[in-house]
């Protein structure tokens, strides 16, 4: 026997279901293409504000693949403003320093103040941490909340934007295809994004020119060559190493960067050996993490996307979609997150998604264009042969041990403007 209040619910949640297949869907519900850092973390921001979020992802489930990120304060304010904040201090790690070793040079040249220091200054940790525990942190948040939906095993996604709105198809790898009419549609699909190339008919990825040489090493095998309370950045002619720590995996994230010509496009792939510059091979510590890895590297070629449209109508871009740029700065997924943190709200409280993107390409292409150059400036710097690298180590060594909190606090504090943060 039903009630009349239970009659009710029942009436109301058809009413919601039918709405949310048709009509709903065109009203408010955005689809995202790309379940990774940016993708989930846009959903977060759009599910804060009651939008339906339906993620479309490529693989069958979330990707982990990837080590290591340095996530700085300015990702992490945006994060911990989704309800983050306790789960990543779990999953994530403090670093309190960075040691700096010039080649060759057995102790740091300079120690720069990190976790705690970007605390006090910017109001939130810089920490480091596995990319799959990220994800795993990012995806468990996306569960819990009712209105966000993955779809797993999609093959390929179309649309035509129309004087009604968006027409969107998806094709799934089990032959299934689902036709929809979403508010809007974000590609969040990385660096070889197909939103980019195939919707907005944008350029290809570049390839850069440098490698990333990854690995994890057991925390045993380096605790004498670092210390592991602290990340390292080591340079050398010709290439540098960045090593910190994952104290919940008991390893050590390293990436060994080096230039290197290309003929054809190259998927990432496992090789026994990083190809460092022989000059690299003369470093002790190089040599100790190369022995250390035994043979378990992945040569990462790093790939770069430059667009100067991120959205036509209501199809947006975000995150390397948008701008994958060299990861010498650590701030790829930090960009990604800042571009779900102003976009989320942007389409949420808008009533026509041009607008929405629009103010947010205005807003945020400047300071993306900006990171991107002082990214690529820094992969020369690092990479400087003698003398000039003297000089470079004079400098650092000179400005002392917190200037880079002045000198970066454009990246660090920027704060998501609060005019783009009201809610509908
Ligand atoms: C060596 C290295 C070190 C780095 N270190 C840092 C760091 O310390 N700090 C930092 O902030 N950044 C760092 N970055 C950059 C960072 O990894 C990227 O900027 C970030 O992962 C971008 O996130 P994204 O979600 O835009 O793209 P991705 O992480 O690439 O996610 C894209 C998702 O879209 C899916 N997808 C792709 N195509 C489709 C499709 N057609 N349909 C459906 N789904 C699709 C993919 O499967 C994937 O799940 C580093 C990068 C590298 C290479």
């Known amino acids: ?151 797993f095993g999609v093959r390929s996604f179309d649309m035509q934007a129309h004087q009604k709105g968006l027409s969107l198809t998806v094709e799934n790898k089990d032959g299934s295809v689902h036709n929809t009419r979403p508010f809007a549609f974000v590609g969040a699909d990385g660096v070889h994004s197909m939103t980019r190339r195939k919707i907005l008919a944008g350029p290809d990825a570049q390839y850069s020119n440098y490698i ?9 095998l380096l605790k004498d060559h670092f210390n592991l309370n602290n990340s390292s950045l080591m340079w050398g002619p010709g290439f540098h190493v960045i090593a910190y720590p994952h104290p919940t995996r008991h390893v050590v994230n390293i990436a060994m960067f080096t230039k290197e010509k290309l003929s054809r496009k190259l998927n990432p792939q496992t090789v026994t050996t990083p190809s460092v510059p022989k000059a690299g091979l003369s470093c002790k510590r190089v040599k100790a993490i190369i022995n250390a890895a035994e043979g378990g590297w992945k040569k990462w070629p790093l790939y770069a996307a430059k667009t100067s449209q991120w959205f036509k109508g209501p199809v947006g871009l975000i995150g390397d979609a948008a701008h994958a740029m060299l990861p010498y700065q650590a701030q790829g997924a930090a960009m990604a997150i800042e571009d779900a943190g102003v976009l989320g709200p942007l389409l949420a409280k808008s009533t026509d998604p041009q607008t929405a993107f629009a103010t947010y390409q205005s807003h945020r292409q400047p300071r993306v264009n900006k990171v991107v150059k002082t990214s690529a400036s820094n992969g020369n710097i690092y990479h400087l042969e003698w003398p000039f690298s003297i000089f470079r180590d004079i400098v650092v060594s000179a400005q002392g041990p917190t200037a880079h909190l002045q000198r970066l606090a454009w990246i660090y504090g920027y704060e998501v403007p609060s005019v783009y943060k009201t809610s509908p």
């Open 1 to 151: 026997m039903t009630t009349g209040p239970q009659v009710s619910r029942q009436v109301s949640r058809q009413v919601s279901r039918t709405l949310a297949n048709s009509d709903l869907e065109q009203v408010r519900t955005i689809y995202i293409a790309g379940a990774g850092i940016a993708g989930m973390t846009m959903a977060l921001s759009l599910a804060k504000s009651g939008i339906r979020v339906v993620i479309l992802e490529q693989t069958a489930q979330i990707q982990t693949e990837g080590a290591g990120l340095q996530i700085s304060p300015n990702a992490r304010k945006i994060l911990n403003d989704l309800g983050l904040d306790d789960a990543l201090k779990t999953a994530g790690f403090a670093t309190k320093e960075i040691d700096i070793y010039p080649f060759r040079r057995p102790t740091p040249l300079i120690s720069l103040k990190m976790g705690p220091a970007m605390e006090k200054a910017f109001g939130a940790q810089y920490m480091v941490i596995h990319r799959a525990d990220l994800s795993d942190v990012l995806f468990s948040a996306c569960r819990k909340r009712a209105n966000i939906e993955f779809q």
């Open 212 to 220: 990333a040489w990854r690995a994890l090493v057991p925390t045993s």
